[in-house]
Structure formats: structure tokens, C-alpha cells
């Protein structure tokens, strides 16, 4: 568009006081201004995106009590809430993820007919149960090692542990252990 | 004329234009329809050339819109009453299971008809520049795959409102894909959930995104994909021919275009007409194009309310996280992605990849950026813009239509031939133990 007023610039010129470099004082207020609006929005987009980011989060804790030893019968239990299998052999107990390695469904145990010896990290041993996932079809040794499937590692095992005051087992969810681990009571 | 004036026609049509000046006049002037062009060419026009398939998808989001609000009034953002809300839509709100089933329908024609439309404008070359000035094609093309993925995205947040078993675990797998992202996938499925759980946090989020944000963008975006088409001189089967008519006359005038549909810079219509021979190759968009959208209004919303009426919409038991629904799946236009992630985990030596990276992120980016860069990668001739099945573009819908063959492959096999576990199934087989096919 043409136009044959003056233009803004021109309207300007008589409040020149000749800073350096071309800087007017109306110029470097018209910066002021701009800059100052701009890292308001930066600022105040800054904290609606933070408010997004919980400080507090009430979620289960990750470290609990799931009950004295003797309520946990020979063989399995699985603790539905913490989709956790509390495995009991005598005296001796352990602790396996119910939460898929792939994208983490929840896995089913399947109890096998007969026992089925198979071999896992060059072992040779003799399974009763095995872990499948309903999502996309990963199966998983009875210790946890994937043999099928898109699951790209073990189930995961946590520590167990005995609470000093009352006796309790203790289900540590942020200490992973390997497959070796057994709490004995 | 005036003998034909019967009371019917007085009633009816009274805004009927009498004359060229009145017909563009009334688009001009209309809040509805200002963003028109006030004459169209009879090829932009035809059901052939784009199965209306663009409008049909705005119709669409536009029924989601009127009965989501509806829906928003009836449903309740909170883990513990969200099932038994949409229960009560379900079963006790009068007319409320057509409100839900109109909207789930929408939603999954809406995807559908998406998708198609993608695919008509590839097919077309409709994303290639004619030969009008400042004509920019690809940037819409680009918009179009942005809109493609913001439709994708509320579906899958209004997959998770119902909070029953379908939609917890659909959401489980969906935020832990982006969990398998490099880097930044453990804050994005943090933000994305507001946690680490998928809990009363991630259902409010998912809620307003799914009922403000999204919609939001999909209208923002959808305001700039028409503004486009404008500037763009119309759909790119007009540009055919204004290349048409470039044979038939003299050297056409550099600075002017044949385009009466682009209301580019400061032309004149007068001026534009000069260039396209308006009786033989456009009419008036009022009444033609008008009507022409009603009908496709007419049968977009029919279409829609009858499948509401035979397809019922499904509501599994209340989410329960202890136990995975089997097999679980994903909305039908995720299980391609489902197939891939439950086919891709490669193991090299020592080292595994996880199929959610790999079928999760991988291949959908890759996907993805293909799409964006295609239009940029095109050399074939502008004659092949707007054409379908353009004759030097026949490689590239080749390999365009492989792909598109693969993902309707996948998804068919992840719909009918899984069962329990994932397994695979041909679809009269019956499945071992006794679960539901969704
Ligand atoms: C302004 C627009 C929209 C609003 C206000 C809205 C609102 C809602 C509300 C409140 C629900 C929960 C009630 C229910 O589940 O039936 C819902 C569900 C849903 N919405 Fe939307 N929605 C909108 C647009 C869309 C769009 C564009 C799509 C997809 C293309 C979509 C897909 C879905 C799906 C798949 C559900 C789940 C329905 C079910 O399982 O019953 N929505 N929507
Ligand atoms: S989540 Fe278990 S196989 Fe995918």
C-alpha cells in the first residue's frame, strides 16, 4: 500500500536526541517496552506450564508392608493392587513384577499340568507355573526370563525385606534384585 | 421469472440471487459463508474429483462438538464416578446412549474419513502448486497431517474418559510407548499423566485435553487449512484448467491469474475473469456450492445417526489395573501400531530393542516425517496436480498405496485374527477360553 502521508518513522525525526549508534530515546523505550512485555509472557507462560509439574504426588508408596510371613501360604499370592507375586517356599520368600517388560500389561500366571523342565541361562530346571501376557503375547519363564514374544527383559524381581518393629515383610519396589534373591525367615 | 414466483418459491427461495452480482454478493456478506469463493469451477465441485471427503470430516467434528458439549454436561472427570457416569448416559439419561454412540460413531468415522482424505489428496497430487502466484500447497498439506494427528490424539484422550477396562489399558500401552522414547519419554508420560500412575491425574488431563485443547487446535488449524485453499486459488484440479486454457489462448498476462477463487492480493474478480471462461467451467457458489453442502451435510449426519443405531457402543467392566483384559486392544486405528509393537522387539547379539521403540516411535516418526517431506520431494510436472492417478506420478502412489495396503493389512489382522494372548486366530476360529472380541 502506498500512501502519501507521512509515515510514522518521519513523524519521529524532531524527537531525535542523536544516541549513539542511531539510538533515539524513543527507540530504546519502544526496546523497553517490547522486551519487557515479551519476558512477561515468556515468564508467565513459564509458570502455567510449571504448574503442570506436581511438587506432591499422592501415590502409593514404593516401599510397604504387605503382612506378617505366616499369612502367606506355601506357593503364590498375588497382591492384586501391587500387581506384585509373593512366592513362599518354607522359610524362604521372594518377590516377582506382575507389570509387563513391554509395555506393562499385567501378566497372567499360568499353572502348567505337568512340571516342564526347560533351560534358562544354561541351566536346566523344572517349572510349574509360567507368566503370559495378554497385550501382545510375551511369555516369560517361571523365574521370569522371556522366551516369546516382544518383551525385551526379565520380570522384574524387588527386594523383600522384614520390618523391625512387628515383623512384617516389606516389599521394596525401588531396589530390584537379581533372580538369585531369597529372603529367608 | 416473475410468473414462477409461486408463494412455495417466496417462502423458500427467497434468497435466492437473481443475478451474478446478488449470487457473490450473498457470500461476500455472509458470516457463514465469507470464507467461500463466490463462483467454483463445476470439476471442484464434482463428487469425483474429492468425495467431499475434506468437508465431510469438518461435518463430522462438528457433530462431535455439538453432542460432546452435551456429554460434558452429563459426565463427571473423576475416577471414582466417571464409569458410573457414563453409565448413566448409557442407561439412564434419556436418549443418552444415541448421544454417547453418536459421538463415539463420529469419532471413529471421523478418523476414518480423515484418513481418506489424506489419502484422495495424495492420490490427486492435490498438495502440488498449479500455476497461480503464492500458491503454497505443500504448507497445507503439511496442516493436514498436523490436523491428521490431532484427530488421532482426540480419539485416543476420549478413549480413556469411560474408565472402564477397554480404555485402561489402552491408555496403559499408549503412555508406555512414549515411555520407550529416547530421552525425553520418561518426563513426557510423567506430564502426560501427571505421575507416575495412570490415576485421577491422567483422567483430568486427558479430559481437558480432550474437551479444550484439541478442539481447540483441530478448529485453529482447520481455519487456517480453508484460509489456504483460498489463497491457493481453490482445489488443484481448477489449476488444470487455467493450464488448459493457457493452450487455448494467447500468452496468458504474466501479472494476472486465472483464478477467480483466490482472492489473491489485489486483483479484481473483473480481472480474473479475463483469464477463465466462467460459463463454461464455473458457476456461482451460491446456490450451487450451498446446496451441494447441505447434501453432504444431509448425508454425513444421516450416515452417522443410523450406524449410531446399529452399532452399539461398548462399556467393558470398570478399569481394574490387577487384571488385563484378554487379549487387550487398542482402538482399530491403533492396532496396526499394536501389530507392529508386538512384532518389532529385535534382538541383536546382546542387545534388544524394544518393539514399543521400534514399532512405538521408530516407524510412526518415520512415517510421519515421510508424509511432511513428500510434497517437497515431488518432481513431477504440474500437470499432474490435481489429476487423479497423475500419469509421471504413477511410482510415487505406488509406493504410497503399499503402504497404505500394509497399515489396512495390519490393522485387519489385529482386529479379526487376535485372540487370547495375542495369539493368532483366522476369524472363524473359535478362541480357547471364553473372552470378547473388544
Ligand atoms: C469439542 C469437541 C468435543 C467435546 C466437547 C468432547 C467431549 C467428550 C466427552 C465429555 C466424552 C466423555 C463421554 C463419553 O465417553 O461418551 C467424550 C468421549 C469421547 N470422545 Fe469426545 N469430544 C469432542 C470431540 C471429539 C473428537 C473430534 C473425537 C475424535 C475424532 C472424539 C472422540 C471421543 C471418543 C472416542 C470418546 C469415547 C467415547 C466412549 O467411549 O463412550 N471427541 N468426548
Ligand atoms: S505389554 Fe506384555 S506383551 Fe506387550
Keep these: 500500500m502506498k500512501t502519501t502521508k507521512p509515515s510514522p518513522d518521519a513523524a519521529r525525526q524532531p524527537h531525535t536526541t542523536g544516541g549513539e549508534g542511531g539510538q533515539t530515546r524513543r527507540s530504546f523505550l519502544d526496546r523497553l517496552g517490547l522486551g519487557t512485555l515479551l519476558t512477561a509472557i515468556a515468564g508467565q507462560t513459564w509458570m502455567m506450564v510449571r504448574a503442570l509439574v506436581p511438587n506432591v504426588l499422592y501415590e502409593p508408596s514404593l516401599r510397604f508392608k504387605v503382612g506378617t510371613p505366616d499369612r502367606f501360604p506355601e506357593g503364590v499370592t498375588f497382591l492384586e493392587d501391587r500387581r506384585l507375586f509373593i512366592f513362599r517356599n518354607q522359610k524362604m520368600f521372594y518377590a516377582i513384577s506382575g507389570v509387563c517388560t513391554h509395555l506393562g500389561c499385567t501378566v497372567k500366571m499360568i499353572q502348567l499340568n505337568q512340571p516342564q523342565k526347560v533351560e534358562i541361562r544354561g541351566k536346566l530346571t523344572e517349572e510349574r507355573w509360567e507368566f503370559h501376557c495378554p497385550c501382545h503375547g510375551s511369555k516369560f519363564y517361571a523365574e521370569g526370563t522371556p522366551y516369546a514374544g516382544p518383551a525385551p527383559t526379565p520380570l522384574a524381581w524387588y527386594r523383600l525385606e522384614v520390618a523391625a518393629d512387628d515383623g512384617q515383610l516389606i516389599v521394596n519396589l525401588m531396589e530390584p534384585v537379581n533372580q538369585d534373591f531369597r529372603l529367608t525367615v | 421469472m416473475a410468473a414462477e414466483k409461486t408463494i412455495w418459491k417466496k417462502l423458500i427461495w427467497t434468497w435466492k440471487p437473481e443475478s451474478e452480482f446478488e449470487a457473490g454478493d450473498s457470500i461476500v456478506r455472509n458470516l457463514l459463508l465469507h470464507w467461500f469463493p463466490s463462483k467454483i469451477t463445476f470439476r471442484s465441485l464434482s463428487y469425483r474429483y474429492s468425495f467431499w471427503l475434506g468437508t465431510a470430516s469438518a461435518i463430522l467434528f462438528g457433530i462431535l462438538t455439538v453432542t460432546g458439549v452435551v456429554l460434558m454436561f452429563l ?28 459421538h463415539r460413531i463420529g469419532a471413529h468415522l471421523m478418523v476414518a474419513v480423515v484418513f481418506l482424505h489424506a489419502v484422495r489428496v495424495f492420490l490427486t497430487g492435490g498438495y502440488k502448486n498449479g500455476v497461480a502466484a503464492n500458491q503454497n500447497r505443500p504448507l497445507n498439506w503439511i496442516i493436514g497431517v498436523v490436523l491428521l494427528l490431532s484427530t488421532l490424539l482426540l480419539s485416543f484422550t476420549g478413549y480413556l474418559l469411560p474408565w472402564d477396562q477397554l480404555a485402561f489399558w489402552a491408555i496403559t500401552v499408549g503412555t508406555n510407548i512414549a515411555l520407550a522414547a529416547p530421552v525425553v519419554g520418561e518426563q513426557t508420560r510423567f506430564l502426560l499423566l501427571g505421575g507416575n500412575t495412570i490415576a485421577q491425574g491422567a483422567l483430568i488431563r486427558f479430559y481437558v485435553l480432550h474437551c479444550v485443547f484439541l478442539p481447540m487446535l483441530v478448529l485453529l488449524l482447520f481455519a487456517w487449512h480453508m484460509w489456504r485453499i483460498r489463497k491457493d486459488g481453490g482445489l488443484a484440479c481448477a489449476d488444470q484448467l487455467a493450464l488448459d486454457q493457457k493452450q487455448e489462448k494467447a500468452p496468458p498476462i504474466k501479472s494476472k491469474t486465472y483464478s477467480l477463487l483466490g482472492i489473491a492480493g489485489t486483483r479484481t474478480v473483473h480481472v480474473e475473469a479475463a483469464l477463465v471462461d466462467e460459463d463454461r467451467h464455473a458457476t456461482p457458489a451460491s446456490p450451487s456450492l450451498t446446496l451441494r453442502l447441505l447434501v453432504v451435510i444431509l448425508a454425513t449426519v444421516l450416515l452417522a445417526s443410523l450406524m449410531t443405531i446399529v452399532v452399539e457402543a461398548p462399556l467393558e467392566e470398570p478399569a481394574n489395573p490387577a487384571v488385563t483384559s484378554n487379549p487387550a486392544k487398542a482402538p482399530w486405528y491403533f492396532l496396526w501400531l499394536q501389530e507392529l509393537v508386538a512384532d518389532t522387539t529385535v534382538r541383536v547379539g546382546g542387545l ?28 513431477s510436472s504440474v500437470r499432474s496436480a490435481g489429476i487423479w492417478f497423475g500419469s509421471d506420478r504413477w511410482r510415487q502412489n505406488i509406493v504410497f498405496l503399499i503402504i497404505v495396503l500394509a497399515i489396512l493389512i495390519l490393522t485387519i489382522v489385529g482386529t479379526y485374527m487376535r485372540g487370547p494372548y495375542w495369539g493368532l486366530y483366522w476369524p472363524w476360529e473359535t478362541w480357547p477360553d471364553l473372552p470378547r472380541k473388544f
Design chain 2, 75 to 102: 459426565y463427571v472427570p473423576s475416577v471414582e464416578r466417571a464409569y458410573a457416569s457414563i453409565k448413566d448416559i448409557e442407561f439412564a439419561v434419556a436418549f443418552g446412549w444415541f448421544l454417547r454412540g453418536l
Design chain 2, 352 to 379: 534388544t530393542l524394544n518393539g514399543a521403540l521400534v514399532g512405538g516411535i521408530i516407524v510412526p516418526g518415520i512415517l510421519v516425517g515421510l508424509l511432511l517431506v513428500w510434497p517437497y520431494l515431488d518432481r
